[in-house]
Structure formats: C-alpha cells, structure tokens
C-alpha cells in the first residue's frame, strides 16, 4: 500500500509537467474550427496533413481522426504524411490536382525538419497553410522568421497562424536567394464570424511590387521592337510597354549578355542557341524582344500574354517587268456592263436608221448606218456632231447618249486612274505553291527564328519543298534590315517574315519590294525562364495595359513616327503608263495613215 501511494503521489505531482511538455501537440477545437473554415473558404481536394517526427502516433492519431471526421462532414477528403516524407505525395509528384498542405509546426525540430525538405520542392505549386501550436521564444520564427526559411518564392501561396491568434498572414519571398520572408496581413479570423479578409482576392492585386528587384536580361542585337534611343531611353513598341511595367511593378533589369539570334535548338551540339540559351542555362531572367511561339519553346521557356499579332508574308525584290497589263483596260468595268455597252453601239445606230428614214432622204440604207456608227462611236469617244438634228425625237435620242457616254466616260476615268496608281504586279507566283513550283528562287528568313525551326522540323510537305529552298544557315541574315537588303541585291531571293518587322526598318530598304500574303499569322510575345516566379505577375500587368487600350495607344505612336517619314504620295514611273502610250502611239501613226489615204483618194 505504501509503494501504490507513492506511485499516487508522484503521478499527481509530476502531472503539470507531463501536460505541459505535450499540451502544444494538442490541437483542440478552435484549431479545428479554424481549418474546416479554411478548407471551406479555398474548397480544394485534397487536403494534405502535414506533421513532425516528434509527435507521439497515438496523439497524432487521435487529431487526426478529428480532423479527418471534422472535414469529411463538408465533404472534403484527407490524408497525412510526416514532413520529411512529403516527396512521397502522389499530388506532389505528379503535379495533375493542385493540392493543399496543412504543415502543423510544434516545435524547433519541425521547423528545421520543414525547412530541409522545402529546399527540394517548387513551392508555388500547392497552396500551403501553416499552423505554428506552439510559442516559439529565441527566435520568434512565426513572427520574425529568419531569412526566407521556408524557401518561399514570390508566387508562393503560404498562410500562417501563429498559436491562437486571430490574424491570418501571408508569407511569400521576392528573391529565393534572399534572406528576407515578406510578411503581409491577409484575413482576420473568430469562431463568431469566421475568416474576413482584409486585403484584395487577386493574388497579384496584392502583390504588385518588387520593391526594387532587379531581373537578369539578355537583349537582341538589331532588335525592331526594342532598342535604345537616342536619349538613352527604352524605345520601340516592346521598349515603351516595359518602361511601363518597371514603373507598376517597381523592378528593373540589368542586361548581362546580347546576342545575335531569338535561339534554336542545336542538334549537333544539344544545346539552345541565343536568347533561348541564355535563358534556359539560367544566365538570365528574361529576354523583353518579341518571340514566336513554338511547342519546342513553351517546353523550355515561359511566355508572357501575346502583345503582337501581325501577318507572315513572302517578299521578293519589285520586278524588272512593272507594267500596266493589256487587259487591265478593260478590268475597270465588269463584263456585263462591257456587254451592255458594246449592244449600246451596236443596237442604237441601227434604230437611229428608222428614226432618219422618215426624213425622206437620198441617202441608202447602208450610208445611214455607216453614219449613225461613226456619229455613236464619236460621241463615245468624246467627239462632237456635225449636225445636230431638229427634230424633237432625234434630239432626245442623241441627248440620252452624249449624257450615257458622258457618265460611262466619268466612271471609266475615275475606276483607270485607280488601277493606275495602285498598279498591277506582274508577278512570277501568287502563293507559296506557285513559289515552289517555280523553283527559280532561293528563300530566306531571319537566322535563329521560329520561321527556320519550323521549316527544319515540320512534316508537312508544302513546307519541306520550301525547306529545300533554303539557303544554307550560315548565309541567312544576323538581323532583319540585312535580309531585305540581301532580297534587293538578289532578284531571285524571297524572304519570309511578318509584316511587323518590315514595318520596323522599312524606310531603311533600299529597293521597292512586293509582298506576297501567305494567310498565316503569328502572335509575339516576351519570354522569361521556365517557371519563372513572376510571370503571372508580369502577365496580369500586361493583361491590363491591353484592356485599357495602352498597348493600342503605343502602336498609334509607333505609327504616328513612322508616317511622318513616309512620303504619302509615290510618283509614277514612265513603265506604269507604257501601254497607254503604246495606245496614243498607234492612234497617231493609224491616223495619220488615214491621212495620207484620204489625200490620195482626193487628189485623184
């Protein structure tokens, strides 16, 4: 009896002390209340639990069956795992259901456990909520963590609980190598009216600066859409925007290498070549040119919202033979109305025969119609009468043709001096079909674009007959102005490209040159490094430039520069209006051999 009394004795003594050494592996009913609300609010399968070693199981067991049962009433399914064993998770490794991890904190070896196994992990993938159950002293780390322990980045989406507290906040990083974890007050909580936020929804509404962050660049020589001008400043389409964008954001870039090409994949020495390179080795951030779109890109590389849309075209050197065709003459008109006009001068003399025959006059039947044809023709031809007739019937008759020829006439002028001034190319093919089955051209496109990729790469046999037209990779021109200079010094090159970069450098092409449209498209956009943490940031701004119609103001002024360069009107070249000389030519020499047959004739 003496030993069952001391053993009483010293249960009830030691007591306080075992309940205090594990009171803070409890999680007790607001702990409980407070996650059901959280998992309620975000409504995302599965919830994952996450624990330390140091837990005893059967504890463990027993909160976890009240968390699982809590949950499960809402319809939310569970699972748990220890911290060191969450590379284990299925959600995790395969990354097919964004899952949500519940990371419970309850001491010093969880928090250095948590933080070794975060090191390894892409921690912008799941949604993450940490509750720290215990009061942490020397350092505070719910409050005061010390540098970025959990390894956070900046798209990283974090809650944390301290203890008891009603405050919820959210921790991200700007920089993975900082030493600095940003702390901002996301939502207040109380059993009375559950979670109320107290900041935006948008996860980039919230987190709109960089506070000065400096991003790696790698430029393009050459670059149409982005370059520096002479004041020093950002300029072209792409270079306004970002000057923009670093002003929203508050980051800035520093350009740590420049290179010739947008980047290939190289199979001779498996590597990516130019700004790809760059970015996929990790020597930089972002690139701010305008790249094409390719599957073989979005697999190494993250692309920002599609700024650029323009049209890919053909374009050849402007052909020696630049003329007005034969038939053009006759294009103003359709062939109805050229019918009607021809039964016009062919049917009216005939009836004016019967209109003139009740005149009573010794002319014949035949004289009378050769008379109408030429008085017609004439009139047709802007020519006076002789004789006007006075009777009523045949004035009203000529008056309705001189006024009918007078508006043909009219309508024939204005619709010529259109064909004349645009003028007709006369050109070896109309379609990338009519330019491989012509076979007499080499074609060109701008090296170490997504064009020459797709050419190498593609199975469709219209553009591997195209490919073999190619000319060899080592003489495709370093930049854009280079190629079209090279189409002006080769009258049997082509070039293709987008109708965009020629407008860049077009008032620097030093030959006329015509552009054949092939019917596709190609959208531009800026790249950044795969998984790169703020391109969802960078992308929502861009997103609201382009809905407010900034992006289509600073195409205006890009357009406004460029037109007051331009000479709005071309004059036109003697080739232009050859054949018509051609037709006054042979009215000349026609008419003045009826000249001299006519004085022959009356002479004798």
């Avoid at 996301?186 to 059993?191: D, K, M, N, P, R």
Wanted: glycine share 4%; hydrophobic share 45%; with cysteine.
């Amino acid at each position: 009896m003496f030993f069952v009394r001391l053993k009483i004795l010293l249960f009830i003594f030691f007591l306080p002390r075992i309940v205090i050494s594990y009171e803070f592996f409890s999680i007790g009913n607001e702990h409980v209340n407070f996650i059901v609300d959280i998992c309620k609010l975000y409504r995302t399968k599965p919830i994952i639990f996450l624990y330390g070693q140091s837990i005893k199981e059967m504890e463990m067991k027993t909160t976890m069956f009240k968390l699982t049962r809590a949950l499960s009433r809402e319809g939310l399914s569970t699972t748990s795992f220890y911290l060191s064993e969450l590379h284990k998770s299925f959600y995790h490794a395969n990354r097919i259901v964004r899952p949500y991890y519940i990371a419970i904190i309850s001491n010093d070896n969880d928090i250095n456990e948590f933080s070794l196994v975060t090191s390894t992990l892409d921690m912008s993938f799941p949604m993450w909520l940490v509750l720290f159950i215990y009061n942490g002293h020397d350092p505070d780390y719910c409050h005061n963590p010390p540098g970025n322990i959990f390894h956070l980045r900046f798209d990283s989406e974090m809650l944390v609980r301290c203890n008891t507290e009603n405050i919820l906040r959210e921790w991200y990083s700007i920089d993975i190598d900082s030493n600095r974890t940003e702390i901002e007050d996301l939502a207040t909580w109380s059993i009375e009216k559950g979670i109320t936020k107290i900041a935006s929804d948008s996860l980039y509404e919230r987190r709109y600066n960089l506070k000065g962050f400096t991003m790696r660049a790698v430029s393009i020589k050459s670059s149409p859409t982005i370059y520096m001008n002479r004041l020093g400043e950002l300029d072209g389409l792409l270079g306004r925007m970002l000057r923009e964008l670093c002003v929203t954001l508050n980051f800035s870039f520093k350009v740590v290498s420049e290179v010739d090409s947008y980047g290939l994949w190289d199979p001779k020495e498996n590597i990516w070549t130019g700004a790809i390179g760059e970015l996929y080795s990790g020597r930089a951030d972002v690139s701010f040119s305008a790249f094409s779109m390719t599957k073989a890109r979005l697999n190494v590389v993250d692309f920002t919202f599609p700024l650029l849309a323009s049209k890919i075209s053909l374009y050849i050197r402007e052909p020696e033979l630049f003329a007005f065709k034969w038939s053009s003459y006759f294009l103003t008109f359709s062939k109805s109305v050229w019918i009607a006009i021809f039964a016009v001068l062919i049917v009216v003399p005939i009836l004016l025969i019967f209109l003139k025959m009740k005149d009573k006059n010794d002319r014949s039947m035949a004289q009378l119609l050769s008379d109408n044809f030429v008085d017609i023709w004439g009139i047709f031809c802007q020519q006076g009468l002789a004789d006007f007739p006075n009777r009523s019937s045949l004035r009203i008759a000529y008056f309705s043709i001189i006024l009918l020829a007078t508006i043909l006439s009219a309508a024939y002028s204005a619709s010529f001096i259109s064909f004349l001034t645009a003028g007709i190319h006369i050109l070896p093919f109309h379609s990338l079909e009519g330019f491989v089955e012509d076979g007499t051209y080499k074609l060109s496109v701008y090296r170490g674009t997504a064009e020459y990729e797709m050419f190498a790469n593609s199975n469709d046999p219209l553009e591997k007959k195209m490919m073999k037209l190619m000319l060899d990779e080592e003489e495709l021109s370093a930049n854009i102005l280079e190629g079209f200079i090279k189409i002006c010094e080769d009258p049997k090159l082509a070039l293709y490209s987008s109708d965009l970069l020629r407008d860049a450098v077009f008032l620097e092409i030093p030959c006329k040159i015509v552009r054949l449209e092939t019917g596709r498209v190609d959208r531009l956009a800026m790249v950044l490094s795969k998984d790169n943490p703020f391109t969802g940031v960078i992308n929502f701004q861009l997103l609201k430039f382009i809905n407010s119609g900034m992006n289509n103001r600073m195409k205006d002024l890009s357009s406004e520069r460029k037109s007051s360069d331009m000479i709005q009107h071309q004059p036109i070249g003697i080739n232009s209006v050859i054949s018509l000389i051609f037709f006054i030519l042979i009215g000349i020499i026609l008419s003045i051999f009826i000249l001299f047959i006519e004085k022959y004739l009356f002479d004798s």
